[in-house]
């Protein structure tokens, strides 16, 4: 099941800008994760955070979680036109008598435009 | 790092044909593995995860079946495909320094007429 639910499902900007997709889950949580997607290829891990982390940064990527609202957000500053891609969250969740999985949101399309 | 090999890249299939998609890794061993799908765009759906050889979680019902006949060798198969198989196939283990991040192939995109 869709743990994660990315806001705007959809974000177009101009190069330069900043890009923000939030995410927002509903159980308690390890870490919470940010991929990327080229269109047709596999995804790309971008930047972890652990659920006692409140933000975290790499590169042009900000990270910010709130576990008491249960959300996420990723910052991209200074857009590229390269940024264009699909980005999703993915909660690694507190499971008991399962294997390690991520739950992944349905994921927010980026494009930014030259 | 791990590096997983996935094929073919595309795949077009007749109604009721089988199916079989593969996936090697390469840089780990004993790894937990994983198949997702993705609907056009979509977020991922989990659908099976193989945590050792002849090991296999299926996490939706459906018209698919997956294989670990080998430790790093994770298959995905159907005997009768439906249209609703459809969809962006992506195999994945954890790897990184901590062992937290997911690692994908390229995937395979399927399409069922």
């Known amino acids: 099941s869709q743990q994660g639910e990315e806001d705007p499902q959809a974000l177009s900007i101009q190069e330069g800008e900043n890009a923000t997709m939030n995410c927002s889950y509903k159980?308690?949580?390890?870490?919470l994760q940010w991929y990327r997607q080229n269109s047709g290829r596999g995804l790309v891990h971008l930047i972890l955070?652990?659920?006692?982390?409140r933000e975290k940064h790499s590169g042009r990527l900000r990270v910010t979680l709130d576990t008491s609202k249960k959300s996420s957000s990723l910052l991209i500053t200074a857009s590229r036109a390269a940024d264009t891609a699909s980005y999703f969250c993915?909660?690694?969740?507190?499971?008991?008598?399962?294997?390690?999985?991520?739950?992944f949101g349905s994921g927010t399309q980026l494009t930014v435009l030259p | 790092s791990q590096t997983i090999h996935q094929w073919p890249a595309t795949l077009v299939q007749p109604v009721g044909s089988p199916l079989s998609l593969e996936c090697t890794v390469e840089?780990?061993?004993?790894?937990?593995l994983y198949w997702y799908r993705q609907a056009a765009g979509r977020g991922l759906q989990l659908l099976f995860y193989?945590?050792?050889?002849?090991?296999i979680s299926s996490e939706v019902p459906q018209n698919l079946s997956a294989s670990r006949p080998q430790d790093r060798q994770f298959i995905l198969s159907s005997k009768k495909l439906l249209l609703s198989d459809s969809g962006f196939y992506l195999c994945?283990?954890?790897?990184?320094?901590?062992?937290?991040?997911?690692?994908f192939g390229s995937g395979t995109q399927l399409s069922v007429l």
């Open positions: 993915a909660t690694d969740s507190i499971s008991v008598g399962s294997a390690r999985q991520l739950t």
């Open positions: 159980t308690s949580i390890n870490n």
């Open positions: 955070i652990r659920s006692n982390e």
């Open positions: 840089g780990t061993s004993n790894p937990n």
């Open positions: 193989s945590v050792g050889i002849g090991q």
């Open positions: 994945a283990c954890w790897g990184g320094r901590t062992n937290e991040k997911l690692f």
